[in-house]
């Protein structure tokens, strides 16, 4: 049963940049194969945002989201990361980190077994 800890969320002006950080803890010899970020605002669906291969560092990102969000990660660390710059009040979300043993096209969340309990991002105008 792998762990996961989203931290780093907070409440930002529009124009802003958060770094978000999705930590994975109690499983026994290796990584998950992939690790995704998610975000599910107010009155929308729980969306897919981006993924990573943990074990090549090959990553995706959904046709929804644009060139402000930047998923990496840190091994050493088994720690995966979610940038987004110059932020818009449509950012506004909680956003959460899952794994699967691959990352699926179009990254339906309902591909992906265990989940973090978010960390909240608020954008004001």
């Known amino acids: 049963q792998v762990q996961l800890v989203e931290s780093g969320g907070a409440s930002v002006p529009a124009g802003g940049s958060v770094r978000l950080s999705c930590a994975a803890s109690d499983y026994t010899y290796s990584s998950p194969y992939c690790v995704a970020w998610f975000r599910h605002a107010p009155g929308k669906e729980r969306e897919g945002v981006a993924a990573?291969?943990?074990?090549?560092?090959?990553?995706f990102y959904e046709d929804s989201v644009d060139g402000r969000f930047t998923i990496s990660q840190d091994n050493a660390k088994n720690t995966v990361y979610l940038q987004i710059h110059s932020l818009e009040p449509d950012d506004t979300a909680m956003y959460y980190c899952?794994?699967?043993?691959?990352?699926?096209?179009?990254?339906?969340?309902?591909?992906?077994?265990?989940w973090g309990q978010g960390t909240q991002v608020a954008v004001s105008s």
């Open positions: 899952a794994t699967s043993d691959w990352c699926p096209p179009g990254l339906p969340p309902g591909a992906f077994l265990y």
């Open positions: 990573i291969y943990t074990i090549t560092g090959s990553t």
